[in-house]
């Protein structure tokens, strides 16, 4: 009972299951031709081989073939030390004879490259069918070597043909090209600027690009059976600049004229933007017939419109400019309402009511604009975000003006 569980007999159990386990399988003997297709009127090579074949000394097959799609025109590169083709075109077969001399040859011995010229129409078939006659080792008992054998295809096929394209779109960071089904093709092969990007069995490809940049799109039909690609077409497309979009953010919706009394109007074009690059230029025209320049633009308003009854809102022009070439613009215009010093309310007048709005809205402050509180902007006659008796003093030495 001991001896069973033995360690050292459990091991060489082990090891010989392990021996019998990866002990290949006798090989059989196969005498085969490769599948091969062609275009039209090409010549091509199939290797004709006996696989597995120990010490063999003769061998003698026929292969039978359609001759209406097929001619036999060579058979050469044996590895028998001699080999010798029989080749009738007419009926349609070739019988191959080959000696080695000595010990025979062993393993998988070639015995000819044959030469295949197809005389038939694209999409003809015929398979290559091999009849041993013959084949036996290389000593005086001519033993016959069991054999089978493994016939083929010989196909015709037009060559592949690259697709058309049928469209490109862009966008800031993209290209999607579409293109006709490609004939005679398993897939199409995708180069971007000569550099193999994929195989494609759809009709489309979509790329991602640096904006504004040039690309150029190879596409090459591949046929798997005939193993060749097409001819290529090309096209190149520039990624067009994008335009920016210009817009505007008021600090003060109600401005001043401030060229005695200070006020000055900001103008802030930071919440202007561009798809696919930044802007490089601001600028400004200010409706009064000055101009500046800048992302954030400040302006000392030294005249107002009034039609006799109201004031009329100046007209500002904001032009942003981007960073590619060629420059694209944009162009916004935006209303900035503008009165005379001191008239916090808008009607040409500066009095008692003025002084009540900065006395209402006394002590008011803003961070980054009124917003909302329309009252405080209108009471922020200097613009300082702060409604105090800096804007009461305007309204004292402006009293009495009227707009005209
Ligand atoms: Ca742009
Ligand atoms: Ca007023
Ligand atoms: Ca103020």
């Known amino acids: 009972m001991g001896k069973i569980f033995n360690p050292a007999f459990i091991a060489m159990l082990l090891s010989l299951l392990l021996v019998v386990s990866i002990t290949p399988a006798a090989a059989a003997t196969t005498i085969t031709i490769g599948n091969i297709f062609v275009e039209p009127g090409e010549t091509s090579v199939a290797p004709v081989m006996i696989e597995d074949v120990t010490h063999v000394g003769t061998v003698d097959i026929t292969i039978f073939y359609d001759p209406s799609i097929i001619h036999v025109t060579g058979a ?8 010798y083709p029989v080749i009738n075109n007419s009926a349609g077969f070739v019988r191959i ?12 011995i070639k015995l000819a490259d044959l030469m295949l010229e197809a005389v038939g129409d694209a999409d003809e078939t015929s398979t290559l069918s091999i009849t041993i006659n013959e084949l036996k080792v290389a000593d005086a008992t001519e033993t016959t070597i069991p054999s089978g054998v493994q016939n083929s295809n010989f196909g015709i096929l037009n060559p592949p043909q690259p697709p058309v394209i049928l469209s490109v779109t862009t966008g800031c960071h993209w290209i999607k090209w579409t293109w006709t089904a490609c004939s ?10 000569g550099i193999w990007i994929g195989n494609c069995t759809g009709q489309y490809y979509n790329y991602n690009v640096s904006p504004h ?11 798997s059976s005939l193993n060749r690609y097409s001819t290529h077409i090309n096209q190149t497309i520039t990624i067009p600049n994008f335009p920016p979009v210009a817009d505007v953010r008021f600090v003060h919706w109600y401005n001043n004229v401030g060229s005695i009394y200070n006020c000055r109007t900001i103008f ?14 601001y600028q400004w025209s200010f409706g009064d017939g000055n101009s500046g320049i800048g992302e954030l633009a400040e302006h000392i308003y030294g005249s107002y419109d009034w039609n006799g009854t109201g004031y009329e809102p100046l007209t500002v022009t904001l032009t942003v400019t981007d960073d590619l070439d060629p420059l694209v613009n944009d162009i916004i215009t935006v209303p900035v309402n503008v009165y005379v010093a001191g008239d916090a309310n808008g009607d040409g007048r500066v009095n008692i009511l003025d002084a009540t709005i900065v006395g209402l809205e006394w002590g008011d402050t803003c961070i980054s604009g009124w917003g909302e509180n329309v009252n405080g902007d209108r009471a922020d006659l200097n613009n300082d975000c702060k409604v105090n008796i800096l804007d009461a003093v305007i309204i004292g030495a402006c009293w009495g003006h009227v707009a005209s």
């Open 76 to 83: 050469v590169n044996s590895e028998f030390d001699f080999m």
């Open 213 to 223: 940049s040039t690309q150029t799109i190879s596409l090459y039909g591949y046929n």
């Open 184 to 193: 005679n093709s398993d897939f199409v092969e995708v180069r971007i600027n």
């Open 97 to 108: 004879g080959g000696i080695a001399y000595g010990e025979g040859v062993s393993g998988d």
């Open 268 to 281: 802030d074009a930071s919440v202007s933007s561009d798809p696919d690059g930044s802007i490089a230029y």
